[in-house]
């Protein structure tokens, strides 16, 4: 088995120390996958490109971007949004580092592959940068993957804790790429609701599944069981990719989901066994957010653990602790499964 590992030593100059989304964060998952790295293939991302970033956002996007660029401070793109002035070569990379992870499954280098990337991308939309985020990473793999590969159909799962509303802004009129969101609701960015379903020729290829705050392990299992597993069995995609955020675990200080270590590590792994099934394992785990350094980096090297198919689980912190019983997700899961035909 050959999983490859992309990302990049500037991921790291991209940095506001105060700020949620700091170096920090890519800091500790490196540190905390040093003891696999032998196992891992590592891979160089090249810059992504005028054309790839285009053929997912329009040329307004880029304009703050390159603005700031120019300056020689950092520079709020909104009130959660900050970019330096090498933030835009580095978010290039970042996207850069996605493609080659497409590259290298779906040209049989690897069998799999972790994208560890910041600045995150799943809340950048065709023309905004938002959400911490500012270019969008997954969804310009996702084109690569289309205009170099000519995949026909590809999944984007995202079960970051936010609504991943940018993927969903850039293909919710496309037939070709089936989004699924799993997330907590209500929280930023307030998009994601049951009826956003996608619109003309992806109408029915957006799968929202909004959660109130306190869902944990058990209300994930049944959703990948109930909803997520058929999706993508029915839609039967060339290649999966996965905004994996580690901020639905119950340690995080932005949301309020219940997730341990070892339920992500059954989403990673239930993710691995529908790649086997659907698309001969081609799959891509993509880092989008996660603000609990520890929890964040024994994440990811479980991950990586999964995707190299060993066994064991890195968890400093256990079960979430028993605090009231659990929401009642069945009326979610039945109203997501009568409106898509599951």
């Known amino acids: 088995m050959t999983s490859a590992y992309i990302s990049h030593a500037s991921f790291s100059e991209h940095d506001y120390p105060r700020h949620p989304e700091h170096a920090g964060r890519i800091k500790a998952v490196w540190q905390q996958l040093q003891g696999l790295l032998e196992q891992l293939l590592p891979l160089a991302p090249a810059p992504a490109s005028d054309e790839q970033i285009l053929a997912v956002h329009s040329a307004a996007h880029l304009r703050p971007l390159t603005a700031i660029a120019s300056q020689k401070r950092r520079a709020f793109i909104d009130a959660d949004t900050y970019a330096l002035p090498q933030s835009l070569a580095i978010a290039r990379l970042a996207a850069g580092a996605v493609i080659a992870g497409v590259e290298a499954v779906l040209d049989g280098t690897a069998d799999n ?7 995150p991308g799943h809340h950048a939309t065709r023309d905004q940068p938002m959400g ?7 969804a310009i793999g996702a084109r690569h993957a289309q205009a170099k590969f000519s995949c026909e159909r590809i999944l984007i799962l995202d079960y970051d804790v936010h609504h991943g509303n940018g993927t969903q802004d850039i293909f919710y009129t496309d037939g070709s790429v089936q989004f699924i969101s799993i997330h907590q609701s209500p929280l930023y960015p307030g998009s994601g609701a049951l009826r956003e379903m996608g619109a003309g020729a992806g109408q029915g290829r957006t799968i929202n599944v909004p959660l109130p705050a306190g869902c944990g ?9 109930e909803i997520v597993a058929p999706a993508i069995e029915s839609f039967k995609p060339d290649i999966m990719l996965v905004s994996v955020g580690f901020d639905a675990h119950w340690m995080d200080p932005l949301a309020q989901m219940r997730l ?6 059954e989403l990673a792994r239930a993710c691995l066994q529908l790649a086997q099934q659907v698309c001969d394992g081609k799959i891509v785990f993509v880092m989008e957010g996660g603000y609990d350094l520890a ?3 024994h994440g990811w090297s479980n991950i990586a653990r999964a995707c190299l198919r060993l066994g064991g689980l890195s968890d400093p912190y256990g079960a979430a602790p028993r605090v009231s019983a659990p929401p009642d997700i069945g009326a979610i899961i039945d109203a997501v499964r009568r409106w898509h035909q599951l």
Request: aromatic share 10%; charged share 15%.
């Open 113 to 119: 592959a972790l994208a560890l990337v910041r600045p």
């Open 217 to 225: 392990d058990a209300a994930y299992r049944r959703i990948m069981a």
């Open 260 to 265: 341990s270590l070892a339920g992500y590590d």
């Open 295 to 297: 929890a964040l980096a």
């Open 132 to 138: 911490f985020c500012l270019l969008n990473n997954i």
